[in-house]
């Protein structure tokens, strides 16, 4: 079983929504043409002069996917179950979660900028290709050593709400808070990496809109790795990885999903 602890399970998870998301698709395709059917044509009439070889194959397939969709449906974590369909929020409760994860974005940012330093030469020139100079020089950095970056404290507030899944922020291996990034665990290439694209996101999206695409996402994904700001790092995490010379921008694939309307 995957874990989001490990960096490469985390990739593969990002692909399993993807893959998840595009047969959720095609389903909808097929259910509205089965709702076409349905509309035009009574049961009985389609049972009487249907083509038997194509009814029982349409009827083998939603059997088989209504099974299989049930047994993943068994396995989903009876809590999480209990709490389905949490309280549906209302735009001034959104607008007021926006407003809390904006505070405690920027309060961070101030906290930990005095302890920050800026990247090493060394540093620069690992992920020198992906970003712009400007962006390098910028962007300082905090490794915390024995303590981690706690949970914000409107946390207890969403629990009760119902939502269960909320990112573990002492578990994550770093956190961007728009130019300052906090390792709470060893700073490595790929994790830097990641940071890094979290800042240029901060950068381009501004922090007001960041906290709003990364709130109205979470609040209709209620997985935090679903959310596409975050679904991109990982991609491109992947990429850098992946094909280590293959240079790209990072700034531009930013700016590409903000233009395509994906955030
Ligand atoms: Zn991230």
Redesign the pocket.
Known sequence: MYSWENPDDRVAIVTLNSELRHAQLELLSAHSAAHQLRVRFSAEDLARFGQRDILRKSVHAALALSEYYSSIERKIPAAEAASEAPTRLSEDRILEAIDLVCSFLREQRERYFHSAAPLTQHQKALIGGYFSPDMLERVQIVKLDGSRVPNPPFYEQARALGFTSLPEITH?H?L?FLDVIVFNEAVTERTLF??L??AVQFELLGLARYSSLFVRSFVNTRLHFSVP??AH??SLESKFVGTPAHLFSVEDQVRLWMKQGRY
């Open positions: 994550m770093s961007t990641h940071g694209v979290h700001l975050e790092a990982f």
